[in-house]
Structures are given as structure tokens and as C-alpha cells.
């Protein structure tokens, strides 16, 4: 089983909806959770970190849920700017150290 | 502007030649990585340093080496051991080291280096 692990999508969503991403993870004593956002070619960038008590900012929503080991990013009215892969992060004791794991990345692909 | 930078966008190199992929940060961070991606593959860890003239290897380490002499600076080596080289490097920096983490340390990316062997 991977530590980190999304569906790797393509998610193709019409303009204006809402989309919802999951990531599972293996270790229950994992520290903390990011999601970053890829576009093609380009570096990831922090969209937010995920906080237990689940936050939000502006059309995105992120939850936590320890017990279930997984993170969730919530996108409300899909614009096509929106258009990424998303990466799940999540920053975990393994192999004697703390370290970040990736995942592989959701695609969405909104379309007009 | 407070940034990551890396150097060059994209190298070409010849088999059996090692070359050196820089990377720069001002943003005063204790620690940093080096990663690779690969299409349809997350990032992989190859090196990584908490603290001047400290690193450790990460997954991926065999046919690579690193430096940190300097806190904001972080080369990466590719030498000709290292059997399949192409690949898209990312370097990242984050404020504190990963074992003094507090909850939230987040990672920040230098824009990367494509790295093509002919």
C-alpha cells in the first residue's frame, strides 16, 4: 500500500461546479497535511494546509479526518483557471525520520 | 522578493558527463530538498539538509551528491552513475527543520530544472 494516495483522476467538471478530491494516507501518526497545486511543467504551489479542525479559503474547503486517515479538498464553482493537478502532501514519521510524502495528483480539467 | 531560485530552466548533458544544478534561496530557511518527478509519478526525495554543512539522502540518493556550505544555497550533482537522469528537479525550502517540525512547516518550490540526457 503506498503512504500517500489519490485517484489520479482526469476529473473533467463543467464551469461552475463542485468538485471534491480525497487522499488517503497510511500513517496514524501523521504530523501534518498540505494540498498543492501543479499546473503543467511548473513547480507545485501551497493551495492551503489542512487543518483538524478543517478550513477554508474562498471557494476551496479542506477536512481532515484522522480517524479515516484521509484529506479532502473541496472546489465550489469551478472556474477555468481552476485547471491543475492537485497534490496531496502529508508529512509523516517513516523510515526513522520526519519527512514530506506526495502523492501522485488528482487532474481536473474544468471545462467552458 | 523573497523566492526560491534554480538554475539552469533546462540542461542538456551527454552520457557520462556530471553536471551541477543550482539552487538558491533568500528566504532564510533552515531546511532543504531536492526532489525529481517523473510523468505520473509524485516526487521523489533525493537529498535533503536541516542545517548548514548537514545533509542526509533521501529515497533516490544513488548517483547524486549535494552541498550546503551556505545556508541558501543547495547544489545538486548529477553524476554519470546515475542511470536514468531525465527527469524534472525541483528544489523546495522549508523555515524550520524537519525535527523541530511544528505542526504546520510548509514546503516552498524553486521553479525547477528539466534535465535531458542525449
Known amino acids: 500500500r503506498k503512504e500517500v494516495e489519490q485517484d489520479p483522476g482526469p476529473f473533467n467538471v463543467p464551469e461552475g461546479a463542485t468538485v471534491a478530491f480525497n487522499c488517503t494516507y497510511s500513517n496514524s501518526a501523521s504530523q501534518s497535511f498540505f494540498w498543492y497545486r501543479q499546473d503543467c511543467r511548473k513547480e507545485p504551489k501551497l493551495l492551503m494546509s489542512?487543518?483538524?479542525s478543517g478550513n477554508e479559503d474562498g471557494r476551496f474547503t479542506a477536512q481532515l479526518n484522522r480517524a479515516s486517515q484521509y484529506i479532502s479538498l473541496l472546489i465550489r464553482d469551478s472556474k477555468l483557471s481552476d485547471s491543475a493537478t492537485y497534490l496531496c502532501?502529508?508529512?509523516?514519521?517513516?523510515?526513522?525520520?520526519?519527512?514530506?510524502?506526495f502523492g501522485t495528483g488528482t487532474r481536473l480539467k474544468v471545462l467552458a | 522578493d523573497g523566492g526560491i531560485t534554480q538554475s539552469p530552466k533546462y540542461l542538456f548533458r551527454k552520457e557520462g558527463q556530471n553536471v551541477t544544478l543550482s539552487c538558491e534561496q533568500n528566504l532564510n530557511h533552515d531546511a532543504m530538498y531536492w526532489y525529481r518527478q517523473d510523468p505520473g509519478q509524485g516526487l521523489r526525495l533525493i537529498y535533503y539538509s536541516q542545517i548548514v554543512n548537514d545533509f542526509q539522502k533521501g529515497d533516490i540518493a544513488e548517483g547524486y551528491s549535494v552541498s550546503r556550505e551556505k545556508k541558501e544555497s543547495f547544489p545538486l550533482t548529477v553524476t554519470s552513475a546515475q542511470k536514468n537522469p531525465t527527469a524534472f528537479y525541483l528544489c523546495a525550502s522549508s523555515e524550520l527543520a524537519l525535527m523541530r517540525v511544528s505542526s504546520y512547516n510548509e514546503q516552498f518550490f524553486g521553479p525547477g530544472t528539466r534535465l535531458t540526457v542525449l
Open positions: 502532501v502529508v508529512n509523516m514519521w517513516t523510515s526513522g525520520t520526519y519527512k514530506y510524502i
Open positions: 489542512v487543518y483538524s
